[in-house]
């Protein structure tokens, strides 16, 4: 029965999560997790521990826990693309890019469709290459440069879509 109780209470903390409620989240989630640990014949799923990593992420400004309990349960079920997302946004959430990138990347080898997974891929976006490749990315001519590559990338979309509508 506790099963039932505690999968119902999942559920529920990620409708939470899909409304962004995510402090209302975290209290599904904790009591998902108490409820699985007071059954005692198997253990926690690591849904459940991701998820309320991920809360714990959002809610609080506990990053550190927040990611060692999403690391945990990657390192248990690596095949579930979900933790891996979950892990991802905690990296986001602590400020590094290239973690999460390493993540979402890592998820989306298991499932190519993940929508979660390919959403935040299009949010961080792909950097170009810079200009000059023998200068680093921050240099002042690569800056330049960089910035007049991007502003007639705009203007040839604009004028393409300009003659798409008008039709000449």
């Known amino acids: 029965m506790d099963t039932a109780v505690s999968e119902n209470s999942f559920r529920r903390g990620l409708e939470a999560v899909q409304r962004r409620a995510f402090l209302e989240a975290l209290a599904y ?12 014949s198997e253990a926690v799923p690591m849904k459940y521990l991701s998820y309320y990593g991920l809360c714990v992420a959002v809610c609080s400004s506990r990053l550190d826990e927040a990611r060692r309990i999403c690391e945990a349960a990657v390192r248990e079920e690596f095949y579930n693309p979900d933790l891996h997302w979950n892990l991802g946004r905690v990296y986001l959430r602590a400020g590094n890019r290239l973690k999460a990138f390493g993540s979402f990347v890592r998820g989306l080898q298991l499932n190519p469709r993940h929508a979660g997974l390919v959403g935040e891929i299009r949010r961080l976006g792909i950097r170009k290459r810079p200009v000059v490749r023998f200068f680093p990315r921050g240099h002042a001519v690569n800056r330049l440069l960089g910035r007049l590559r991007g502003h007639l990338a ?6 393409r879509r300009q003659t798409s509508v008008t039709g000449r």
């Open 29 to 40: 989630f904790e009591a998902a997790l108490k409820l699985a640990k007071r059954q005692g």
């Open 154 to 159: 705009r203007t040839a979309s604009d004028a």
